[in-house]
């Protein structure tokens, strides 16, 4: 069993809708992470928050917000999403810099 | 960022010893080498990691040569379960960014 919690595990949407995913750690973890998985593919980094700040943003459309409102859960709002953004969307959670990062399971994301 | 290069592929027997090498030829003095794997539909999992010398846990070993250049992950007895993509990643120096590259499918044979 994962330490870090995604929900939903699988949602689909169409191109205009607003739907956001969520990310919850327990274990007082103070840096978390989104990544993009497309299929067959690596995850890629989106976003890096570091005590509730974000400090990296890969060049991520702004169709994709991220939102860390406190230690324990970072959100990703998504509106306006193209057919391209269908994927595995990871999230993950570290102790600081330098030390490993626990994954979540992801989101599967279609959009239609 | 350092780049990783991973043979594509590699096959093992079931309870032999599993060796997966990783060539980073560009690492700098102050960047770790990290390995993970990501078992069909589910998220990536931490192994193990290193800056100089070899490291041992539970799940696996990391040598990495003296010159820094290449590391190999040895799953001492595997299974099965040990079946899946083995991702070797060198951190960028502040030790906040993985870039994972394309890895090793891992397939273990009965």
């Known amino acids: 069993d994962t330490e870090v919690t995604q929900t939903p595990k699988h949602l689909v949407m169409g191109m205009t809708n607003k739907k956001s995913l969520k990310c919850e750690q327990h274990?007082?973890?103070?840096?978390m992470y989104w990544y993009k998985q497309k299929a067959k593919k690596p995850p890629e980094l989106m976003f890096v928050y570091s005590y509730e700040k974000l400090s990296i943003n890969e060049s991520v459309p702004s169709r994709f917000s991220p939102e860390c409102p406190n230690s324990s859960l970072l959100n990703l709002h998504l509106h306006a999403l193209q057919p391209e953004d269908s994927a595995l969307y990871l999230c993950?959670?570290?102790?600081?810099?330098?030390?490993?990062?626990?994954f979540g399971d992801g989101t599967r994301l279609s959009i239609l | 960022d350092a780049k990783t290069t991973q043979p594509t592929s590699m096959d093992c027997a079931e309870g032999r010893a599993a060796n997966l090498p990783c060539n980073h030829s560009?690492?700098?003095?102050?960047?770790?080498v990290y390995w993970y794997r990501q078992i069909h539909s589910q998220g990536p999992q931490y192994i193990i990691h290193g800056l100089k010398n070899n490291e041992t846990n539970e799940m696996a070993s990391l040598i990495i040569t003296e010159d820094r250049k290449s590391s190999t992950l040895i799953l001492p007895h595997a299974t099965l379960r040990d079946t899946a993509v083995y991702y070797c990643?060198?951190?960028?120096?502040?030790?906040?960014?993985?870039?994972f590259g394309e890895g090793t499918q891992l397939t273990v044979n009965p």
């Open positions: 993950a959670s570290s102790q600081g810099r330098y030390q490993p990062q626990h």
């Open positions: 274990m007082g973890h103070r840096a």
């Open positions: 560009t690492i700098s003095g102050n960047e770790y």
């Open positions: 990643i060198v951190t960028e120096t502040s030790g906040s960014r993985l870039t």
